[in-house]
Antibody, heavy 119, light 110 residues
Framework: QITLKESGPTLVEPTQTLTLTCTFSGFSLTTSGVGVGWIRQPPGKALEWLAM???????RYSPSLKSRLTITKDTSKNQVVLTMTNMYPMDTATYYC???????????WGQGTTVTVSS | QSVVTQPPSVSGTPGQRVIFSCSGSSSNIGSNFVYWYQQLPGTAPKLLIYRNDQRPSGVPDRFSGSKSGTSASLAISGLRSEDEADYYC???????????FGGGSKLTVL
């Protein structure tokens, strides 16, 4: 059974850096074709894809946020970490991590973690 | 403004068949697979359809997907009240090098 769980701060001050961790089980990020991604959803709004890291350490970022995002993996801990610098109030959202397989796309989602950017 | 367009709302009565549309371009839907997600109120999205028309195990066959050119559709037959949710389509965009989501369609079961 594949599970993913996001963790990190619930409140971040403007201009600070957000660090989110996705801890997963049921698959390995060393398996060919596998990836883990991050997607966010502002309150009442649509889903927005942020970043993804693949088994071969290939990394892809949303062009609009690329300068602020870094995604890394720790295969020994089954974790993927997303950092987002210079947080703004408009970055307030629920942040999800999701597993990716070439055959099925972004398939299993974590429960999400809500991040509020406010002073 | 989403690169992929969905109508904001869709409605139907129990037992009815409803269709969600998803319109994109040659760089996303036109050249890549389409995925559909269901997001029940207060929960994380769930994969409903992958690779245009494939259902993951556990997804009822009331849900079906199709694609033609730069558009895709999700159909729900035998509509139930528990199908009330937001439905999102997604595809990889070759030009943007990013996954793109539609703006989502909210299903209301009357």
């Amino acid at each position: 059974q594949i599970t993913l769980k996001e963790s990190g701060p619930t409140l971040v001050e403007p201009t600070q850096t957000l660090t989110l961790t996705c801890t997963f089980s049921g698959f390995s990020l060393t398996t060919s074709g596998v990836g883990v991604g991050w997607i966010r959803q502002p309150p009442g709004k649509a889903l927005e894809w942020l970043a993804m890291i693949y088994w071969d350490d290939d990394k892809r970022y949303s062009p609009s946020l690329k300068s602020r995002l870094t995604i890394t993996k720790d295969t020994s801990k089954n974790q993927v970490v997303l950092t987002m610098t210079n947080m703004y109030p408009m970055d307030t959202a629920t942040y999800y991590c999701v597993s990716f397989y070439e055959a099925t796309g972004m398939d299993v989602w974590g429960q999400g973690t809500t991040v509020t950017v406010s002073s | 403004q989403s690169v992929v367009t969905q109508p904001p709302s869709v409605s139907g009565t129990p037992g009815q068949r409803v269709i969600f549309s998803c319109s994109g371009s040659s760089s996303n839907i036109g050249s890549n697979f389409v995925y559909w997600y269901q997001q029940l109120p207060g929960t994380a999205p769930k994969l409903l359809i992958y690779r245009n028309d494939q259902r993951p195990s556990g997804v009822p066959d009331r849900f079906s997907g199709s694609k033609s050119g730069t558009s895709a559709s999700l159909a729900i037959s035998g509509l139930r009240s528990e199908d009330e949710a937001d439905y999102y389509c997604a595809a990889w965009d070759d030009s943007l090098s990013t996954w793109v989501f539609g703006g989502g369609s909210k299903l209301t079961v009357l």
